[in-house]
């Protein structure tokens, strides 16, 4: 897989220079982005921190609460400025179902099935996102040994199974909100996401 | 155009009360959303303020420098917030051609054309996008008659088209960064933007 362009972004309130890469073989409708931020002194940790982050309209742009992924990007935007690293923003919004979908399951949710069950209910499985296409973002920049920080060990297991070193995984924080408690413990009780103490900075430094 | 579901979701921090609408007509890749914000009180005003926002997920997510949707969709989110009004979230990402190809045009710009001259060196119109479907999203919720949030001469436009009433016509702020002079200086000079002064909240009271 080829860079199809890169182009610097300044990113957050702080005009972070990111560089967001698209890739000749994804198409329409799944536009799906590596974004390398920079660190302050512009170089790049040997082992440097990968987010893998699926779209979430609803939390990445309108901050709800109904799920974490709106704080978990911010975090991942905080650690991967302090030292350099990566986040992978892939275009498959609600766990791969898609935003109007999303909505039909967030309604059955509020009649009481967890998000898992919702999504079955619409005729699709618990998780309909892949992650194999990371492993070809990251060897097109020349990227193979990273640290990931992500809960789910399905993110993991894709990298590994394409060629990447993990070679260690750190938890997000535990971003617990009056409207997401039954969500997050769907995640952690039917997908075995492993929610670990709030993150060191100093864990990730190099 | 029926609504295809309504659902609540808190967005901001402030966790505020919002409802999602989507509709029946639009398919996979163009979910666009009419976004209820609530107010404190839970009332909304006769003529409520309308935002119509396209889809940027540099300025929504990642708060790009580069233009200024990411302040505009906050600012919106505020001034709805303190009375009741709506968003209209529109997915035509990159005035309508698309994440990738809005990446192309910015490495164009890079090299010094203008955002519009970007787009049509690409092979595209100045401005992909159209706005007739808000109107009808509007008469779904039984909204008719609105003061609308917007620079663009072409939204209000669109609505009194297709027969939404527009009362005012209220200029977002100017969000100026060192990375988006040019990009604003076009909008003003190429398709006619209207920076008036900052909202006066006050302007927006019923």
Known sequence: MEI???VIIPVTEKRIPATFYSFDEFGTGHEHLLIKIHSPSGSMPTVPTLR????????DVFQSSRCDCGPQLQEALRITAKNGGYIAYLRQ????????????????????????AANRHLGFN????????????????????IKLLSNNPKKEQALVKNGINVI???STSCFLSP????????????????????VDDETVSV
């Open 168 to 170: 260690q995984r750190l």
């Open 93 to 116: 919004e609600g766990r791969g179902i898609g935003l109007y979908n999303k909505l039909d399951a967030y309604k059955l949710q509020d009649s009481g099935m967890d998000t898992y």
């Open 126 to 145: 618990n998780d309909a996102r892949t992650f194999d296409m990371v492993a070809k973002m990251l060897k097109a920049v020349n990227v193979t040994t």
């Open 52 to 59: 893998i982050h699926s779209e979430c309209l609803t939390g």
């Open 179 to 198: 409207d997401n408690k039954n969500y997050l413990q769907a995640k952690i009780d039917l997908e075995n996401h492993i929610f670990g103490p709030k």
């Open 4 to 6: 199809r362009q890169s």
